[in-house]
């Protein structure tokens, strides 16, 4: 497969091409690759697979949703609890799971994402302005009142260690 094959709008010449060979690398058979044996977390994750597939192969067929997800979230916990992708499926467990259930909507994810940084960012700003007001002799009550925010925020945001960032 080439790279420029994924592209939306296809090329005649791409100026630079990328050619990828894929391989199987998931449960017990990629554990026996090369770079799967280099790679922790390539052997990790052949480890989690082989979870997933011996627990899909207890599920009765077809089955339910609710035995899907069930099945899913124990493989999760058996691999956390033998310490494989602990970290990430700590993190990204229900993202993990609704994967296989086929549940997860990438563009609603990536949508998710971009609204909490947006109000992350817009918190810090507000914090930010708030704090510049106190310096500049504004008064707490005054701070609170334009920037709709209570005097016990204002007051938690301004007594707040300012910190540094490169």
């Given at each position: 497969?080439?790279?420029?094959?994924?592209?939306?709008?296809?090329?005649?010449?791409?100026?630079?091409?990328?050619?990828v060979k894929f391989t199987k690398i998931n449960g017990k058979e990629?554990?026996?690759?090369?770079?799967?044996?280099?790679?922790?977390?390539?052997?990790?994750?052949?480890?989690?697979?082989?979870?997933?597939?011996?627990?899909?192969?207890?599920?009765?067929?077809?089955?339910?949703?609710?035995?899907?997800?069930?099945?899913?979230?124990?493989?999760?916990?058996?691999?956390?609890?033998?310490?494989?992708?602990v970290d990430y499926l700590n993190r990204k467990g229900t993202e993990?799971?609704?994967?296989?259930?086929?549940?997860?909507?990438?563009?609603?994810?990536?949508?998710?994402?971009?609204?909490?940084?947006?109000?992350?960012?817009?918190?810090?700003?507000?914090?930010?302005?708030?704090?510049?007001?106190?310096?500049?002799?504004?008064?707490?009550?005054?701070?609170a009142k334009s920037m709709h925010m209570t005097e016990e925020q204002?007051?938690?945001?301004?007594?707040?260690?300012?910190?540094?960032?490169?």
């Amino acid at each position: 497969m080439k790279l420029s094959d994924a592209f939306l709008e296809p090329q005649k010449d791409p100026l630079c091409e990328l050619k990828v060979k894929f391989t199987k690398i998931n449960g017990k058979e990629g554990e026996s690759l090369p770079v799967v044996k280099k790679c922790d977390i390539l052997k990790q994750y052949c480890e989690f697979m082989d979870i997933i597939f011996r627990h899909q192969a207890q599920m009765k067929s077809p089955p339910t949703t609710n035995e899907m997800q069930g099945c899913y979230e124990k493989a999760i916990h058996e691999a956390i609890s033998k310490g494989i992708l602990v970290d990430y499926l700590n993190r990204k467990g229900t993202e993990v799971m609704n994967m296989f259930v086929g549940e997860y909507d990438y563009d609603l994810d990536m949508k998710v994402k971009y609204e909490e940084a947006y109000e992350e960012a817009s918190l810090k700003k507000a914090a930010e302005d708030a704090r510049n007001f106190y310096e500049n002799g504004v008064s707490i009550e005054i701070i609170a009142k334009s920037m709709h925010m209570t005097e016990e925020q204002v007051r938690e945001i301004v007594n707040e260690p300012v910190t540094v960032q490169d």
